[in-house]
T-cell receptor
């Protein structure tokens, strides 16, 4: 079983739409959670950390559900510039400081 | 700050050749790591280091060596290149690797390696 699983998509949404991605993780002892954004042929860039209480940054909202072991990312009012692959990342003390990445969810925002 | 830098950006090797991918960071980060990214596989950890003089294996360490003689540098050595090592390699660093601390990672621009 993979440590982190994501729906690969692709998600094709019109501008202005709201889109949500989910990511599940297998290790219940995981403690740190992140969403990264990766543009084609570029390096991943941190979008936001995910905190237990949930957090929001502009049009982006991240939630953590420890009981069900998933994290989510909500993008409101999608822009063309949001088109990218979104990576879910998990880290835990009992995994020897290793970070585990999902394979990514592809988003295309259509004019 | 330059952040995380990697050289070269592109490299073509023949099977059996060896080479070193360079990675440096100027953020005084303790934790550094190397990943490879292959289509449909996501990023997989090769080796990582929690500080100068300390390295450990990740998920896919075979065929690669690392060393960490300084806080800033974390080179990755391919001992005898094989076609299966054709991939995009990313180096990353973070203030800490400990969960629950300032452990968000920052990535270099990547090295695209082809082994013929």
């Amino acid at each position: 079983r993979k440590e982190v699983e994501q729906d690969p998509g692709p998600f094709n949404v019109p501008e202005g739409a709201t889109v949500a991605f989910n990511c599940t993780y297998s290790n219940s002892a995981s403690q740190s959670f992140f969403w990264y954004r990766q543009d084609c042929r570029k390096e991943p860039k941190l979008l936001m950390s995910v905190y237990s209480s949930g957090n929001e940054d502009g049009r982006f909202t991240a939630q953590l559900n420890r009981a069900s072991q998933y994290i989510s990312l909500l993008i409101r009012d999608s822009k063309l510039s949001d088109s990218a692959t979104y990576l879910c990342v998990v880290n835990g003390r009992d995994t020897g400081n290793q970070f585990y990445f999902g394979t990514g969810t592809s988003l295309t925002v259509i004019p | 700050n330059a952040g995380v830098t990697q050289t070269p950006k592109f490299q073509v090797l023949k099977t059996g050749q060896s080479m070193t991918l360079q990675c440096a960071q100027d953020m005084n980060h303790e934790y550094m790591s190397w990943y490879r990214q292959d289509p449909g596989m996501g990023l997989r950890l090769i080796h990582y280091s929690v500080g100068a003089g300390i390295t450990d294996q990740g998920e896919v360490p075979n065929g690669y060596n690392v060393s960490r003689s300084t806080t800033e540098d974390f080179p990755l050595r391919l001992l005898s290149a094989a076609p299966s090592q054709t991939s995009v390699y990313f180096c990353a660093s973070s203030y800490s690797g400990l969960a629950g601390s300032r452990n968000e990672q920052f990535f270099g621009p990547g090295t695209r390696l082809t082994v013929l």
